[in-house]
T-cell receptor
């Protein structure tokens, strides 16, 4: 079975500094990887995905993620954090199941950006 | 972009009441919708996968008779929490694909916070 791990419950960053939210995965085939963001009392919003191709994937709100096959990682990054980036971030992997697809979410990492 | 509308956003009701939550895909057809439950400071727990025109597929440990799911059309799925009790209080989120391939992202509703007194 596929799985995804987010080793940090919380990440604290000062505004303007670069941020990284870590994610590692375990898959049996080619990984289909996603990042989502959740603001308080809201559903999740899609940020970016890696399916194939360039290892550096660019997404919404200036975020990007780097796919590293040897380290089985898919860390989320942003060169300069904003206070408004403070939210809960989920890494996810998509697997095939029963003729359809199932998404496995990580436990989530709460990002705090301080002004 | 694809939009999923979930209603109501918040429900407060007495123990023993049944509560219906609606999930609509506004600008795309969703053959598959998902229902999640999220506890405070925890990740999403998949409750069931809802397929249009057929019975929902429930995850292990989720009571089918407690959480009734109906997916009557390509744009609407409903979750009914029957005879709700305080332990059913949670944040429920629905989600749908706008496509049918593995690479399509999921689109989420804004969730329903259910509080059972």
């Amino acid at each position: 079975a596929q799985s995804v791990a987010q080793p940090e419950d919380q990440v604290n960053v000062a505004e303007g500094n670069p941020l990284t939210v870590k994610c590692t995965y375990s898959v049996s085939g080619n990984p289909y990887l996603f990042w989502y963001v959740q603001y308080p009392n809201r559903g999740l919003q899609f940020l970016l995905k890696y399916i194939t191709g360039d290892n550096l994937v660019k997404g919404s709100y200036g975020f990007e993620a780097e796919f590293n096959k040897s380290q089985t990682s898919f860390h989320l990054k942003k060169p300069s954090a904003l206070v408004s980036d403070s939210a809960l971030y989920f890494c996810a992997v998509r697997e095939e199941e029963g003729g359809g697809f199932k998404t496995i979410f990580g436990a989530g990492t709460r990002l705090f950006v301080k002004a | 972009g694809a939009v999923v509308s979930q209603h109501p956003s918040r429900v407060i009701c007495k123990s023993g009441t049944s509560v219906k939550i609606e999930c609509r895909s506004l600008d795309f057809q969703a053959t598959t919708m998902f229902w999640y439950r999220q506890f405070p400071k925890q990740s999403l727990m998949l409750m069931a996968t809802s397929n249009e025109g057929s019975k929902a597929t429930y995850e292990q440990g989720v009571e089918k008779d407690k959480f009734l799911i109906n997916h009557a059309s390509l744009t609407l799925s409903t979750l009914t929490v029957t005879s709700a009790h305080p332990e059913d209080s949670s944040f429920y989120i629905c989600s749908a694909y706008s496509g049918s391939t593995r690479e399509q992202p999921q689109h989420f509703g804004d969730g329903t916070r259910l509080s059972i007194l």
